[in-house]
């Protein structure tokens, strides 16, 4: 059946005329990147430059708006995403030309963690965003997860203007940053802002379009004084190349810069600027602009890049949803405060003070306290008692949210990450984000008979605010099993235990998330046939399993003819092996990327019911896996350590014990690049041993790539430590 596309009502005027600065005035953006790239200090930089703090706070000293928590100031690095909101006017400045100069602009910034086991702080972020600043440090370029945080917003469509960070750091290369992001991530990136000078001597920014130099002055540490001149002598080529290579791109990407390109035209420079805007947001360009946000020099001219080329709701495209009752029929929801409403929740979070917050981003309509919105996944209704607008920690009440704005409800009920709350009479279903699957797990339990109780409070409200935080009882041993993206996620969640819920708590040592799959076509026979006087329990099930594609996850294909098992019974076969598949044959492990066909049974006219058929099933894939040659699989990550070359042997053969496979080394000054794919498994206390190998000057990053067959010898001591 072919999808039908409706959509939803609205009128020609988007704005409301209530709301503080029109739609075509606010830009929501993320700031995304590697971890300790400078996304925290940029934010900051940003919210002191538009005027919604008066000091620059540091992340080494704990004092920055966006990074609140206690953990994260303690750790010096970014746990949660944190939103808040700024105000921007593009100044008139000698011979700069600026697409929407003196207007005021809403920015709504979300700050968001680098750290790998944080990444569903990027997804969700990217999910509800129209744009983003992806950060690049100018000494190390592409990073591995600046490549994750990039797929992430290429998988949402999120046009993006990179900013190339750390000018001022020794070793720091403009030119270099931008060719890894051609390279190593395939984009189609061009400099509008190239740094005046690196190291010691950068002094301010090329501005390529307008063909002017902007000087910062060395007498004001905040940044905040600089000058327009013209481009410095020793600089003028690198300009005029630069400006070229952007004409160039333009003429080939954009139909109204080719045209006048063709008719030998002039090209202005809001022709210029209107055409890379347009390509930016259409996904097919990047800008780029240099600077340093810890050294305070290019933060002004990156926000007016962030104004002229990324959009605003109104310039991408409608959001699509479904139709809760007809999966078929598509619903297109224009950006408009006279529309229905309709929002996404995208994050949970537990205030100490005001109590559950759902953090929600407005689609369409507009909301008020005293209105009740519907969550078409619980046909729930709930009324809106208390919206926030949120600045980091701080909570700020307010009467109504519109179109395009991010906003807090509190206290609302039976809502998970992804829940679309909309208006009762036009519902619509969004798609929610996605997020990967935890990859380690530990037993906790309480230190006391009183923490019981408030244990499983604490850990149903943290599992709520993160999906890629699991909890489950291990039905052999009874235990409480905690599960998720690394160590340093883990403890993030036994700390906030403590400090937010109060509850001490013992945990074992990190297991890994072993999977289980196969390699060969099996064939499987269950059956139930018990007879105990009266009516007994008969279900017979005959499957056929083979391997999946990798990453494809469990098919089920229902071939029975001739009505063997009758068709009331298919359900209850196919729940059946879909628990079998929970444990694997080979260590009780979740199996993954196995297709399964149901083939032929039989029944009985009056012993069989759906739970005779469901163990039959079980019965049957468990017969199915053993005889389909079952593999254990491990969690393989990608590692990338950067150490002084007098380290690079020692490194190595530590990683060469770790059962690593190197995968490349690059030389950059006198430090040595090591990227290797090594088993999550071998990876404990990983952190403590380069320490001691290279007395403190190696630092590494390690995010999730795929799964590999675990070793013979390897796999025995799995099995034995599992016993």
Known sequence: MSATVTEK???????????????????????????????????????????????????????????WMEQERERGITITSAATTCTWNQRKEDGIFKLFEGQKQRVNIIDTPGHVDFTAEVERSLRVLD????????????????????????????????????????????????????TKLGANVWPVLIPLGSEDHLRGQIDVINKKAVIFSDDDALGSTYQVTEIPEEYKEIAEQAYQDLITQMVDLDEEIG????????????????????????????????????????????????????????????????DPDDESKSILVLANDQGDFCSLAFKLWADPFVGKLVFFRVYSGKLSKGDTVYNPRTNKRERISRLIQIQADKREDIETC???????????????????????????????????????????????????????????????????????????????????????????????????FKVDANA????????????LLGDGEGKLVKQSGGRGQYGHVIIKVQPNE????ITIENKVVGGTIPKDFIPAVIKGLNEGLLN????????????????????HDVDSNEMAFKMAAIFAIKDG????????????????????????????????????????????????????????????????AIRSLSKGRSSYSMQPSHFEQVPQQVLNAVLDQKN
């Open 9 to 67: 009502s609205g009128s020609a005027n988007p704005n409301s005329p209530h709301r503080a600065f029109p739609l075509e005035r606010t830009r929501n953006i993320g700031i995304a990147a590697h971890i300790d790239a400078g996304k925290t200090t940029l934010t900051e930089r940003i919210l002191f430059y538009t005027g919604m703090i008066h000091k620059i706070g540091e992340v080494h000293e704990g004092t920055t708006v966006t990074d």
């Open 131 to 182: 744009g983003a600043i992806a950060v690049f440090c100018g000494v190390a370029g592409v990073q591995p997860q600046s490549e994750t945080v990039w797929r992430q917003a290429t998988k949402y469509n999120v046009p993006r203007v990179a900013f190339v960070n750390k000018m001022d750091r020794t070793g720091a290369n403009f030119n270099a940053a931008v060719d890894s992001m051609r």
């Open 259 to 322: 045209m006048l390109f063709l008719e030998e035209k002039p090209i202005a420079i809001k022709d210029l600027k209107s055409a890379i805007r347009r390509q930016t947001i259409a996904n097919r360009f990047v800008p780029v602009a240099g600077g340093s946000a810890f050294k305070n020099k290019g933060v002004q001219y990156l926000v007016d890049a962030v104004v002229d080329y990324l959009p605003s709701p109104l310039d991408i495209p409608a959001v699509q949803g479904q």
């Open 402 to 500: 519109y179109s395009g704005d991010i906003a807090a409800i509190v206290g609302i009920k039976n809502i998970t990450t992804g829940d679309t709350l909309c208006d009762e009479d036009h519902a619509i279903l969004l798609e929610p984000p996605s997020f990967p699957d935890p990859v380690i797990s530990m037993a906790i339990e309480p230190k006391t008979k009183a923490d019981q109780e408030k244990m499983g409070i604490a850990l149903q409200r943290l599992a709520e605010e993160d999906p890629t935080f699991c909890v489950s009882t291990n039905e052999e041993t009874g235990q409480t099993i905690i599960a998720g993206m690394g160590e340093l996620h883990l403890e993030i969640i036994r700390d906030r235990m403590l400090r937010e």
């Open 508 to 519: 074992g040592k990190p297991q890994i998330a072993y999977k289980e799959t196969i390699l």
């Open 550 to 553: 990798r990453g494809k996850g």
């Open 584 to 603: 694997g044959v080979i260590g009780g492990y979740p199996v993954i990327d196995v297709h399964v066909d149901i083939i032929d049974g039989s029944y």
């Open 625 to 688: 896996l053993k005889k389909a040659k079952p593999i254990l699989l491990e969690p393989i990550m990608k590692v990338e350590n950067i150490t002084p070359d007098e380290f690079q042997g020692d490194i190595m053969g530590d990683l060469n014990r770790r059962r690593a496979r190197i995968v490349g080394i690059d030389g950059k000054g006198t430090l040595s690049t090591i990227n290797a794919e090594v088993p999550l498994a071998e990876m404990f206390g990983y952190a403590t």
